[in-house]
Antibody
């Protein structure tokens, strides 16, 4: 079964750090690009970051650039999101999502269940 | 950045109704448009990719159309399990913004 399982969420104070992990199984992780997408309480979906299959190409949303770092370990079938200088507005459920490529079209076809990050004093 | 605007933001409908949700891009995105369904407390689920291609396992009552800047998601005959929030998303360029969502509620 194709599966993504996030972990690492929790309560952190403003200015603190947290590292999220996403464990992949059931598919060849090293062949797929990956994303982090978040959803603040009661709000819509916000794309956060993208990493290519090799890790050589990375993109960030402006809202997290300079504070968050995406990475992956293909040997461990794992995706990570290092979050530093956290703010209250980073409070959200964080999802990892697999990117699927069909000719030139990308879409997120597999999602994890999410991990909750709460930034509060 | 390419901004995505959905309409309506919320919609009340009855089982068996035909429903259409609209998504507009701030510039042309060809057919680089995806639709997702999200139920409360659950992860999003891919419904439609490349504007009109039905994801495997998704019921055929869901369909997508459009290209350029204007797109629609249609549910031909609403079922009880379809009451959820729907999001469009452009994959033409980074950042791959989502629309603000359309909440479909039972009338």
């Amino acid at each position: 079964e194709v599966q993504l399982v996030e972990s690492g969420g929790g309560l952190v104070q403003p200015g603190g750090s947290l590292r999220l992990s996403c464990a992949a199984s059931g598919f060849t992780f090293s062949s797929y690009e990956m994303n982090w997408v978040r959803q603040a309480p009661g709000k819509g979906l916000e794309w956060v970051s993208y990493i290519s299959s090799s890790g050589s190409t990375i993109y960030y949303a402006d809202s997290v650039k300079g504070r968050f770092t995406i990475s992956r370990d293909n040997a461990k079938n794992s995706l990570y999101l290092q979050m530093n200088s956290l703010r209250a507005e980073d409070t959200a459920v964080y999802y990892c999502a697999r990117d699927r490529l069909m000719t030139t079209m990308y879409y997120m076809d597999v999602w994890g269940k999410g991990t909750t990050v709460t930034v509060s004093s | 950045d390419i901004q995505m605007t959905q309409s309506p933001s919320s919609l009340s409908a009855s089982v068996g109704d035909r429903v259409t949700i609209t998504c507009r891009a701030s510039q042309s995105i060809s057919s680089y448009l995806n639709w997702y369904q999200q139920k409360p407390g659950k992860a999003p689920k891919l419904l439609i990719y490349a504007a009109s291609s039905l994801q495997s396992g998704v019921p055929s009552r869901f369909s997508g159309s459009g290209s350029g800047t204007d797109f629609t998601l249609t549910i031909s005959s609403l079922q009880p399990e379809d009451f959820a929030t729907y999001y469009c998303q452009q994959s033409y360029s980074t950042p791959v913004h989502f629309g603000q969502g359309t909440k479909l509620e039972i009338k």
